[in-house]
């Protein structure tokens, strides 16, 4: 039986259950921040020959001089396979090199759709928000463009809302059928939810988030006290296991010693 | 059909056309490149990406020189904006942003933009959001001589509804295709690795979009951390990024990319960055003097990015110098070049 | 909408995202190569530029294999083309070329292609014309992921009325500007100076526009002057020119573009190539003996490159390798890699 | 006085007549043959500072290791500024980066139209042509988007038509009045035509092609009779000077000593 850890914190959860749903030999598009920090457990683990990709130009680098601070920074260069610029990562995800992508927003609605641009009514005051977020980046890219889409968020019923400020990246957009293929994209679209709270996927026909997993110590009802729209509830809904003692170690010796995308408090 | 924001298709072709691209000494003055390339009301690209090769030393001169309504077009970037941006909180009368063309202005591990959300939420400067692969997809478009060029993304999102993309039916597949309008800046400020005296540069690392800005651009000012012989860059033309017609001057300026990482040289300087993007936050929240003090120690306070370096401690340079993980570049210098 | 040759834009987005891209041993025999990813009625993209890293040593393994209906995707060709039409001229029913969608097929210095003219002034096969950068943005927009691109040339030309190009107004300028739907063969077949075991590739001198092509394919097969090790390849990461999830088989062969010029190893060889294009030009004017003369002894009479040179004197391959002016890739290789 | 030569072919004659047309410090785009030779010869007299580009990729090398035998051989590699691939070279072109292509045909007509794809009747006959030629290469994408084009051409009625078989490379296409602006191109058209007979502008208003000079032994007369359409012929048609012993010995020793592209005979 494996060695849970009895101390980690909710971010710890996400990066681990972020790590568990990459599979091994795929190629994933890392977006900044926490899905770094997984992807390199993921490496550390179970998926050595997964292939990171990095906006900035990066295509397959070793992680192993320290954990990046930016998708553009020297430390995702390392025995990279091949390094160009940002047209170039963007191009090979677009042609669909790219398996996985791996990003977070400041809000999601029930088909998966992201905002990180804005908050505030759109279009009206789209020139003076309320709260301006740092914009998109290559989020929206990576959520159009690689094959599946994995999301990181935090788990608040403010984040979690039936209508978003702002789409910054598409999900399943209105949730109408082939919505996206309708619209012109080529990927297929978001693939896993982890938050601090819960695993989530999507319904195949409605296209709305549907519950998959809760993390240890949440249930169903806290999951969905937690989350601003009426989430799906299959009858298989099982708790995820909690990170075990080496995986936190890894994060916390190994991947983030500094706490820099992984934050050393146990609590938000 | 659309307003063009710094130069149309046409009048970029007809500008290059005009324009000596003869191969001769570029080198001048930093004060003199911005003096001679960077106006009021110009549409600026600016370098690097996030705050990586930001090119800090050319904001730092342009905000000394002062200039105004400036729109600024980039993917990501931090700290260029940033500096911009806080010279414009300091004094609206000596230097301010119009416009931004953009798709992130944060520091990603270093914290958000303080600054940006300052002109934002105060609508203080006009906002044309796009995705990172977007602008870069538009600066190809321009440095191409295209006047737009297909994309897939981010078709589906709110960006389609304030930003001058257009989506077609593509005459091919009968697919929805967005078109992206070419961007041309007046100017790209850019700082690399090395570069010879006639403009042509050797980058290293993440190409960012740096290559696509310079020949999209108008004018283009490159300073580089090392100029290096011609000699050296012409043993090895396939690595050079940007070739010496891109560019109208060069200037070499060792740390140009402080407090970000220049790969291959430096890495990021958390401290600098911590202390400048705090004051940031605390104009943000009400008090300018912090930002003021900054500015007034490390930019105004200074000639060039020589005196600006010799008030960080040695100790510190020494430090981003030792954890930068990039290829060393002593190896592209000895025995490359 | 249109007809597509290869693969449509949507199948090719398909294809490739369900594919296998993970980093693994690539190599095996060309044989092995061929009869995996070369098929009867595929769209073959042809490296290399007119008699420059032609992928002379896939072609001939292609040759002896047989392979009919062939579509020939490339933007300036000579020997690849040539010896392909040559074993059609000699026996159509083993070999055969249905279709060129290209821009030259000729060898420059060495002259005109006498084949281009035997197949097409006898109307063996279906013709499209496009120009060298035509054919080269076909394969970008490919290889990027785009079913079209915006090009200005040759907008005028008589090349519109019998190719698929499309000409709209632009929606940004309002003037008229030509779309080129984007290409997707079957199977690139490239020669690189050096490769690793997973695909990754350094190229030296002119690119060509084989990292398009190898882009754009759904399969590519690489054969290189030199297998080098993997940590030799990502010591260098800007100097990567394909990277391996866009190649299927990698195969050392030495001499693999033999006769015609790889960058830094050899040059052309004139006497070669002027004795097999003597043969092409006497089949084209009747008489095919001096050319199945060539064919047996040089492409059925051996079972691959190696016992090709073996025929070849020494001394002219050395001097092929003795006036070869490109960078050596010695230097490339201890020092770079 | 300048050191005539005596003895230079009709060749040799073009190639310092195509030397002579380009200017220092220009960014000249080379075709293949003949106009390689004139380049080199350039940067060997007037014009040091001439930056060649070639279509495969390379951007002003020096072409000091031998004639280049093609446009993507090694030899346009040494000491080059810049090197890519195609599209990269065709990009700059696109962009104006390019003052002056340098080409070829089997054909023109009036407007400086150029075919070098097929002879016979078209659209009827394309895909069974009378003659197939090589095909435009990157002759047309120079055509099209350098700003102005120099074209060179063995000077035979058949020729110079009124109507050519195919548009490979346009000219000004019809002679209407901005016609080239109208179709969408960039650049301004043909320049100059050098022959074995004669060199030729075009006329500012018509389009139409004007005799500028007679080379030496040829006539107004004898350049008409040689061309198979009605030529302009201005009062100031003057006689171009001759090459000079310097000039055919760097081409005879110096640049082309096999005659790859500048026959020896001394009439074709």
Known sequence: ?268 | MIEWTGLSPDEARQFLANKDKSKRDKRMSLKEAVQKFVKDGDNVGVGGFVNARQPVAIVHEIIRQGRKDLTLSFASAGLGPEYLAGAMALDESKNSIKRMEFAYFAHEAFGISPLLRYLTENNKVELEDWSNYDMSARLKAGSIGIPFIPCRSPLGSDMLKTNRAKVIDCPFTGRPIMLLPASHPNVAIIHVQEADIYGNCRTQGPMFTCPEMSMASAHTIITCDRLIEHDDMTRFPNRVTIPFFSVDAVIEVPFGAFPGNCNGLYYFDEKHTAEFRGACEKLRKGDPTPLQNYYDTYIFGVENTTELINKIPLSQIQYIQKIEPGIRLDAGYTVLG
Chains 1, 4 share one sequence.
């Open chain 1, 1 to 268: 039986m494996a060695n849970y850890s009895e101390d980690f914190t909710p971010q710890e959860m996400i990066v681990v259950a972020g790590s568990k749903t990459l599979i091994d030999n795929k190629v994933v598009f890392a977006g900044t921040g926490l899905p770094m920090v997984a992807i390199t457990l993921a490496q550390l683990t179970h998926g050595p020959g997964i292939v990171p990709v990095f906006e900035a130009g990066a295509v397959g680098p070793e992680l192993s001089r320290g954990l990046p601070l930016s998708v553009g920074g020297s430390r995702t260069t390392y025995k990279a396979n091949y390094l160009l610029g940002l047209n170039s990562a963007f191009e090979l995800t677009q042609r669909g090199f790219c398996d996985f992508g791996f990003i977070g927003g400041a809000e999601i609605d029930p088909y998966g759709n992201l905002n990180s641009t804005m908050m505030g009514r759109f279009p009206e005051d789209y020139q003076k928000p309320k709260t301006r977020l740092p914009g998109s980046g290559g989020a929206s890219d990576m959520a159009c463009s690689c094959e599946r889409t994995i999301i990181i968020m935090v788990h608040e019923p403010r984040r979690f809302a039936e209508k978003i400020s702002y789409i910054t990246s598409p999900g399943y957009l209105d949730g109408s059928p082939n919505a996206r293929w309708r619209a012109g994209l080529v990927g297929q679209g978001p693939y896993r939810v982890i938050t601090t709270k819960a695993v989530m996927g999507f319904d195949d026909e409605t296209k709305r988030m549907k519950l998959i997993a809760t993390m240890p110590g949440e249930t169903v009802n806290s999951v969905q006290d937690a989350t601003g729209f009426k989430l799906i509830i299959p009858d298989d809904v099982y708790e995820f296991e909690p990170p075990t003692v080496e995986e936190v170690r890894l994060i916390r010796e190994v991947i983030d010693p500094q706490g820099y995308f992984v934050r050393k408090k146990i609590k938000e």
